[in-house]
């Protein structure tokens, strides 16, 4: 036993844990707690959404993402529409009329690198609505180890201070929704507990119904009260890389026909076949159809060229050049990037085809001796130029530039 000691008297380790669940229970009675903004609906949601025009959304993603521009546009609509839907909602009399607004949930389909993550985190500085990025991966069907499904809106709750009405009216972004794929296009005999599985534990989340959500995970705290969440006003967005479908776009356009055929009335841009992706390629990558038909909205984001990759080093608000200008800044040092270098790491990022995240391996492989040693420097020494040559030698002596192209 533990005993702390006091002015004039001691108190052991097990009352001061009692004392505090007492000062908790008080705390949530008065909706001091960490559910009160769900009894009291003070949070900083729990206002009116401002409506932005799309324009308006898709010029802030201008300044921070390059291309992209189908993708942005995509994304705008919906985030407008869905703003439009919650101040329908607010309206007195809402509902009263024939026609209902329903929301179109969207996937995004696009290579590593291209955004997708991006995107999100982009326009979740811009909303003023609850919005949440959660990860498929780490999901499992109920009552195998890994995370509930409902743990997506227990992420959102957290969000808004556990505010239930401002968490009903929320963006969720789910991140690599292709690692759920079931292993086969045919029905499994067979419990798929990280694919097919949590699959159809989303369907009724995505469409619209009542979720007990467990506020703390429902494992580690099986005595906590329950909060339901209506999910038919929150937006899914979904992303995921479905790396080898293109193969079956490819098979379902007929770009590799042997014999004779009528010849194609369009031509088929092989570079580039994310852009003919349709429900029926989702489909056949794993998604069930049921999962498929509750994300209406697919679109597809463009594989970087060398032009965008030179483009994501230099322009945009946050740019990657940009951020390694003020980490030499902060050290008093003065870092200028040639545009010869640019280029060098442009065309090896292509190379290597790891899409923008390829650029900042690039970057920190060039300027790693650097940002060890001019710290050190004398005053009269603080000021690196990076060229071609400076580029190319860091980069054959680094482990990055022993890859392969692939």
């Known amino acids: 036993m533990i005993l702390i000691s006091g002015m004039e008297a001691q108190i052991c380790e097990m009352c001061v844990e009692k004392a505090q669940e007492i000062i908790d229970q008080e705390l949530k009675r008065h909706g001091d707690g960490p559910d009160a903004a769900a009894k009291t609906g003070k949070s900083k949601y729990s206002g009116p959404a401002r409506l932005i025009p799309p324009r308006e959304i898709k010029a802030f993603l201008d300044d921070y993402i390059i291309g992209q521009d189908e993708a942005k546009k995509v994304l705008a609509v919906a985030v407008y529409n869905h703003y439009k839907r919650l101040e329908q909602l607010s309206k007195p009399g809402a509902g009263q009329d024939d026609v209902e607004l329903e929301k179109s949930n969207v996937l995004f389909v696009g290579q590593t690198g291209t955004g997708k993550t991006l995107l ?93 959500v467990p506020p703390q995970g429902g494992r580690k705290h099986p005595e906590q009260k329950l909060l339901k969440v209506n999910t038919q006003n929150i937006l899914f967005i979904c992303g995921g890389a479905f790396d080898g479908i293109e193969k079956i776009v490819a098979r379902r356009v007929n770009t590799q026909v042997i014999g004779y055929t009528k010849p ?82 442009a065309q090896k990022a292509l190379e290597y085809k790891l899409g923008a995240r390829g650029l900042r391996s690039l970057c920190e492989a060039i300027l790693t001796d650097a940002m060890f040693d001019l710290p050190a420097a004398k005053k009269s020494s603080k000021r690196l130029v990076v060229d071609h040559a400076y580029a190319a030698s860091k980069l054959e002596r680094s482990r990055v530039g022993r890859l392969k192209a692939a």
């Open 264 to 345: 194609q009335e369009v031509e088929i841009d092989r570079e580039n076949l994310l852009q003919y992706i349709s429900h029926q390629d989702i489909k056949h990558y794993g998604l069930i159809p049921e999962l498929v038909g509750r994300l209406p909205v697919v679109v597809h984001l463009d594989p970087l060229d060398l032009d965008v990759l030179r483009q994501i080093l230099t322009k945009p608000r946050n740019a990657l050049l940009r951020q390694y200008r003020k980490l030499f800044e902060l050290e008093g040092i003065d870092l200028e990037f040639k545009p010869e270098a640019i280029d060098f790491i």
């Open 120 to 212: 999100a985190k982009t326009i979740a500085k811009l909303l003023h609505v609850p919005f949440a990025i959660v990860d498929a991966t780490v999901f499992t069907e109920a009552g195998y180890v890994g995370e509930d499904v409902e743990s997506i809106l227990a992420r959102l709750l957290q969000v808004c201070d556990y505010d239930v009405q401002a968490a009903e009216r929320g963006i969720v972004y789910i991140d690599e929704i292709d690692k759920i794929a079931r292993k086969q296009d045919n029905p499994s005999i067979t419990r798929d507990v990280s694919g097919e599985g949590v699959q159809q534990a989303m369907l009724k989340m995505l469409e619209g119904a009542e979720v007990l």
